[in-house]
């Protein structure tokens, strides 16, 4: 009888490959669905998801290679540790602002546990995720009344400007979708123009830059002649958008705007950072704390909690060895993003994800994005998710 139980049972097993499978790949979608709607229960997931990952990979079940960017990435993270926090001003402070690099085990993880199909069912998720929050964000705007700059739409962010990062990054998904990705151009359709009209009301310029960006490469990627619909685009949108977005729109070219002129003021704050400590940078965490000895005259605040802009904050807080892995980041993944854009397994989600990096990179030159704990997480599963759908099909769970 034993024996015979025993035979009846033994087929319900997970084959030993399979086990963290079956455990990371639920919780990746946990994980994915709650980026854009709680930063702390999307760090338990992943705290989560990287147990599982480095379980699967000590007892060998799991030897998916990283994405190709994620060499460089490793290469920023070593320098931060090894060189910018032993030689900061504040080593302490700097040790505790520097676990942001543990994020960029997001990649590795999306690799082993979003193979094949299962990368466009993440984007489906994270795109459900940020419907919900988008439609969080319009009902705070027309109704709660956050409709000026002393209060924002911030969905459930606890500011309005990672929110805006975060809606920019999935309006690159959707528009990719829409365009490249006939099977799932309906979804899409559903959640655009929820996206846009959250993003816009929360005034963030930057993030309105970026979206811009990334929605004109996109249209050059389809077609060059789309961009012939970027002017009627433009005109509709300043004849229906509300007097407040457009001032705000406006206010982007005016040099007597309080926070244009504190931005130029940090760019010169930065560059005399970057001048007294070229190599090391004066460590991770502490523009704040000597942002008074480096502020100029005709700066606005008094402090600033960083530069807003992210090349000049690498630099100044880890020194320019840290901008060249930086930048050698960006070339890696743009690199392997242009190859994939060939494959028509991966090339709605290399297209999305290659105005993914141009919307960073361009709101990045307003904003310090990179180092938003909430935006890097999901730009690096955007990022990744590429090279999963070409990395074959998820193993099975028999």
């Known amino acids: 009888m034993i024996a015979a139980l025993r035979r009846t049972v033994m087929p319900l097993r997970l084959p030993a490959a399979s086990r963290p499978d079956a455990v990371g790949w639920p919780v990746l979608l946990l994980f994915v669905f709650a980026l854009p709607l709680s930063i702390a229960v999307s760090q338990i997931l ?20 990283a994405p190709a960017f994620f060499t460089p990435l490793l290469a ?10 032993p030689f900061s001003l504040a080593p302490a402070t700097s040790l505790v602002e520097s676990r942001e690099v543990l994020l960029f085990l997001v990649a590795p993880i999306v690799l082993a546990f979003a193979r094949g199909e299962r990368a466009r069912t993440v984007v489906t ?3 459900a995720a940020g419907a919900v929050n988008a439609v969080a964000g319009i009902v705070q705007y027309g109704i ?13 962010m606890g500011h309005y400007m990672t929110y805006a990062g975060l809606l920019m990054l999935m309006l690159c998904a959707a528009l990719s979708r829409l365009l490249f990705d006939a099977r799932d151009r309906a979804g899409a359709l559903v959640v655009l123009p929820a996206l846009s009209v959250a993003l816009v009301v929360t005034l963030t310029r930057s993030a309105w830059i970026g979206a811009a960006a990334a929605g004109g490469l996109l249209l050059v990627l389809r077609d060059r002649r789309l961009l012939a619909l970027a002017p009627v685009a433009a005109v509709v949108f300043l004849a229906v958008a509300p007097a407040q977005v457009t001032d705000r729109l406006y206010s982007t070219f005016d040099l007597r705007d309080p926070t244009n002129r504190d931005r130029l003021a940090m760019l010169t704050a930065g560059a005399g950072m970057v001048r007294d400590h070229p190599l090391t ?3 991770p965490g502490l523009v704040e704390e000597v942002y008074a000895d480096y502020r100029p005259a005709n700066a606005v605040n008094e402090t600033n909690p960083h530069l807003h802009n992210v090349p000049l904050q690498i630099a100044a807080e880890r020194g320019l060895p840290a901008l060249a892995l930086w930048v050698w980041f960006v070339a890696a993944a743009a690199r392997d993003l242009v190859r994939r854009l060939r494959d028509p397994a991966s090339r709605t989600l290399a297209a999305g994800a290659l105005a993914a990096m141009a919307a960073m990179l361009a709101a990045g030159l307003f904003e310090y994005n990179f180092g938003d704990s909430e935006f890097l997480m999901l730009l690096l599963v955007l990022v990744t998710l590429p090279a999963s759908a070409a990395a074959g099909p998820a193993p099975r769970i028999a």
């Open 144 to 156: 709660l009344q956050y409709d000026n700059l002393g209060q924002r739409p911030s969905g459930s």
């Open 76 to 85: 920023y993270a070593a320098w931060t540790v090894a060189v910018s926090v």
């Open 46 to 65: 992943l705290t989560v998801l990287a147990g599982v990952w480095l379980a699967a990979r000590a007892d060998g079940a799991e030897r998916s290679p």
């Open 125 to 127: 998720v994270a795109l």
């Open 281 to 283: 940078g004066i460590g």
